[in-house]
Every structure is written in structure tokens, then in C-alpha cells.
């Protein structure tokens, strides 16, 4: 049977995967610990086959953090996960491991444009903008030297993840699709991913044993913002009619300094991965409905 450790205990990601893999239970041994102390260091890693650290400090309003809660960041997301990682391939010697690592398309920076079509390919250099974007990368650099034939470094860049109980922009999208008769049809594309899709990939990353690499797992489609917005709508029987006339005026809030040129394009810009499919994952109509239903 294989092994697996989640590191984060009761985080969004880990406790969604530990869910997913129950169904996998006769061929699955599934454990959970907190790393928010000193306990886990007593606890012996080399019984697992691969460690799916999704341990972390999230993102925050980064306009507002003082110092010394910037380096806390800095301390959870990298330095902990290289503590982490350097045990599990102690502990491990000389057999066949995997270290996932949950990253963040944010290593990339936060800017996105309604203007312009910004589009992430295997050659672009990571980027960060701010401390957030930073801790997550530097924990990638920390953990890569670590590799090497039988202990493997996954890194994991997904984009905007949503799904049952998430947080982040997707509870505010629905609030709009169940609160507005009409939204602007802005042609936008973003690269997201449904949190259903994200476990399949980390199952089958596991059961295919991949090697150390950086991965970007995405929707097999792009999302236009008021393409979700409809969507959600739909499955609450409710009607948004979505409107081009008026796409100008949103063009323009999108110069506005400051706050509302910011809000506009967060919310219709464009930022994608380079295309590719995965042959298991459902699409942006089903995973709204699996979304909505809980």
C-alpha cells in the first residue's frame, strides 16, 4: 500500500485531498499531522512513500503587514518547509521519496492586465511582488538542492484554486452572480483550477512516481470571468444577462490609480498558463455544479 503524509492539518488543500483519497482506501494509507509546533519532529517520515507539504501561511492584504509579520511568512513557508523536506529525506536514506510542495503561481508576480494577454510559459523566470510571492519561491530554492536519484522535489504552481468551502475571489464572484440581473462581458482568460482537478493530479503524480520538477496544473480550459459568473448563476436558477455596450467604461476604471484600477483588473485581467490538457479532469460547468452543491 502506498503511504502518503499531508503536512497542514487543517488546511483547505490537505484536508480536501484526505477526503478525495477515502475512496482509495483499500489501496491508501492516509495521514495527517500539524506542523504549527515541535511534535512532528518525533515523528518517524521514513514510513511514507511521499509527503504532500501543504503547510503554510496564505496570502494576505500585503499593503498591510507590519516587519515581523512579513518574516513570520518567511519563516512558515520557507524555512519550515526545508525542515520538513531535509527529515523526510533523513528519514527516508536510500529510498524511493517524493516531496510535493505546494507553491503558487504567484512566484511569478501578481500583475495582470484587462489591456494585455500575459501568458506564463516553461521559460519565464519567476518574479515575485511582494514578501508573499518571495517566501513561496525561496522555499522552491531551498528544497531543489535537496534532490536527487530517490528523493524527488515536486513543486506545484497552481493558479487561482476555488472550489467547495474555498476562499479568495471565487466566494466573491458568487455573491456577484446571486446579487447582480447583469454583469460586463469582458473577452478575459485566466488560468484556474478546480480543487477536484488539483487531487486528481496529486494522486496520479504519486501513483506515476514523477520526478523532481516544477508543475503547473490548470482547468483544461481558460475562464472568462463572466463566463463563472453565468455558471454559478445557472445553478441557482438565476439569470444574468451579460452585456457588451458598456465593456468601455470597465476599460477605462481599469487606468483609475489606485484601488478601483487594481479591483478591475484583478478581476478581468488576463493571466494564463500555456495550453495543455489533462486527460481526467471534468470541466469549468461541472466543477461550478460540484462547487455549488456543497
Not at 499531508?6 to 495521514?31: C, H, L, P, R, W
Request: hydrophobic letters at 35%; charged letters at 25%; glycine letters at 4%.
Amino acid at each position: 500500500m502506498n503511504r502518503i503524509l499531508i503536512t497542514g492539518e487543517n488546511s483547505y488543500i490537505g484536508t480536501s485531498f484526505d477526503a478525495f483519497m477515502k475512496q482509495y482506501q483499500d489501496d491508501y494509507i492516509v495521514d495527517t499531522i500539524s506542523v504549527r509546533d515541535d511534535e512532528w519532529k518525533q515523528k518517524d517520515f521514513s514510513l511514507y512513500d511521499a509527503i504532500y507539504h501543504v503547510a503554510g501561511i496564505a496570502h494576505a492584504d500585503v499593503g498591510n503587514v507590519s516587519e515581523e509579520q512579513q518574516q513570520l511568512y518567511y519563516k512558515v513557508n520557507r524555512d519550515l518547509t526545508y525542515e520538513v523536506a531535509k527529515k523526510y529525506k533523513e528519514d527516508r536514506k536510500d529510498s524511493f521519496s517524493q516531496f510535493i510542495y505546494m507553491s503558487s503561481i504567484i512566484v511569478y508576480g501578481d500583475h495582470v492586465s484587462i489591456k494585455k494577454k500575459r501568458i506564463i510559459t516553461k521559460e519565464t523566470k519567476p518574479n515575485p511582488s511582494n514578501f508573499y510571492g518571495d517566501s513561496k519561491l525561496q522555499a522552491e530554492l531551498k528544497i531543489q538542492p535537496l534532490a536527487d536519484d530517490n528523493f524527488q522535489v515536486c513543486i506545484i504552481r497552481p493558479p487561482m484554486i476555488y472550489g467547495p468551502n474555498s476562499k479568495g475571489n471565487y466566494p466573491q464572484l458568487r455573491k456577484l452572480a446571486l446579487k447582480l440581473p447583469v454583469f460586463p462581458d469582458i473577452p478575459n482568460e485566466r488560468s484556474m483550477l478546480f480543487v477536484g482537478n488539483l487531487m486528481v493530479f496529486v494522486k496520479e503524480m504519486i501513483d506515476e512516481k514523477l520526478l523532481t520538477n516544477v508543475y503547473c496544473p490548470q482547468n483544461n480550459e481558460y475562464v472568462r470571468t463572466s463566463f463563472m459568473v453565468n455558471e454559478i448563476a445557472i445553478v441557482h436558477r438565476k439569470k444574468v444577462r451579460l452585456f457588451k455596450f458598456m465593456n468601455w467604461s470597465v476599460y477605462l476604471l481599469s487606468y483609475v490609480p489606485g484601488k478601483i484600477g487594481g479591483l478591475t483588473n484583478k478581476a478581468f485581467g488576463n493571466l494564463v498558463y500555456e495550453s495543455r490538457k489533462e486527460k481526467n479532469f471534468i470541466d469549468l460547468s461541472e466543477s461550478v455544479k460540484l462547487t455549488e452543491k456543497e
